[in-house]
């Protein structure tokens, strides 16, 4: 019969899993105290949160939020980011405190939409620019055909008019 802690921890973690849109996991083994408060301190800056788990419970978490997938995260020493938001936003707040602090945080692999992704992959998450630039690029994507057309259509209709000024010229050198 699990303690009414353990209770609480599964529900907490079935809530965290249930609103993440990522979890990526982490062997959190070597990281002192103060690492693991400054990475929690970095993460939570930006909407994210850390979280040490005992595996056992995760896996009756995952299965009671429906999140099969989280089982196979789950080896060893076991921190778990949570985005909530911007599935990018995490990994690349991860990636930048692991760059920054040069402490030794491996990342194993993650869950997203329901599916696991490698480390790689998360990594490549890090990689990309922000949302709102990504927005930005598709937006300038999808206006240059309607940009270049004008130009088109405008370089036409100026050399009219031009065509159209040099003939008003001779005609009135020619009077």
Same mark, same amino acid.
């Given at each position: 019969?699990?303690?009414?802690?353990?209770?609480?921890?599964?529900?907490?973690?079935?809530?965290?899993?249930?609103?993440?849109?990522?979890?990526?996991?982490?062997?959190?083994?070597?990281?002192?105290?103060?690492?693991?408060?400054?990475?929690?301190?970095?993460?939570?800056?930006?909407?994210?949160?850390?979280?040490?788990?005992?595996?056992?419970?995760?896996?009756?978490?995952?299965?009671?939020?429906?999140?099969?997938?989280?089982?196979?995260? #789950?080896?060893?020493?076991?921190?778990?980011?949570?985005?909530?938001?911007?599935?990018?936003?995490?990994?690349?707040?991860?990636?930048?405190?692991?760059?920054?602090?040069?402490?030794? #945080?491996?990342?194993?692999?993650?869950?997203?939409?329901?599916?696991?992704?490698?480390?790689?992959?998360?990594?490549?998450?890090?990689?990309?620019?922000?949302?709102?630039?990504?927005?930005?690029?598709?937006?300038?994507? #999808?206006?240059?055909?309607?940009?270049?057309?004008?130009?088109?259509?405008?370089?036409?209709?100026?050399?009219?008019?031009?065509?159209?000024?040099?003939?008003?010229?001779? #005609?009135?050198?020619?009077?």
């Amino acid at each position: 019969m699990p303690t009414e802690a353990k209770e609480a921890a599964i529900a907490d973690l079935v809530d965290r899993m249930s609103r993440s849109t990522i979890a990526i996991a982490t062997d959190f083994s070597g990281l002192s105290v103060n690492d693991v408060t400054e990475l929690r301190k970095q993460l939570r800056a930006v909407g994210v949160e850390y979280k040490v788990v005992k595996n056992r419970i995760a896996a009756i978490a995952a299965a009671q939020s429906g999140v099969e997938a989280f089982k196979d995260i #789950l080896e060893g020493s076991t921190g778990v980011v949570f985005g909530y938001d911007d599935v990018v936003a995490a990994a690349k707040a991860l990636d930048e405190y692991v760059k920054q602090t040069k402490v030794e #945080l491996t990342i194993r692999s993650g869950v997203m939409g329901g599916d696991v992704i490698s480390s790689a992959q998360v990594l490549a998450l890090a990689a990309l620019p922000p949302r709102d630039q990504l927005v930005a690029m598709l937006l300038g994507q #999808l206006n240059a055909p309607i940009t270049g057309l004008v130009h088109v259509l405008n370089g036409t209709i100026g050399g009219l008019a031009v065509v159209l000024q040099r003939r008003a010229e001779q #005609l009135d050198a020619a009077a």
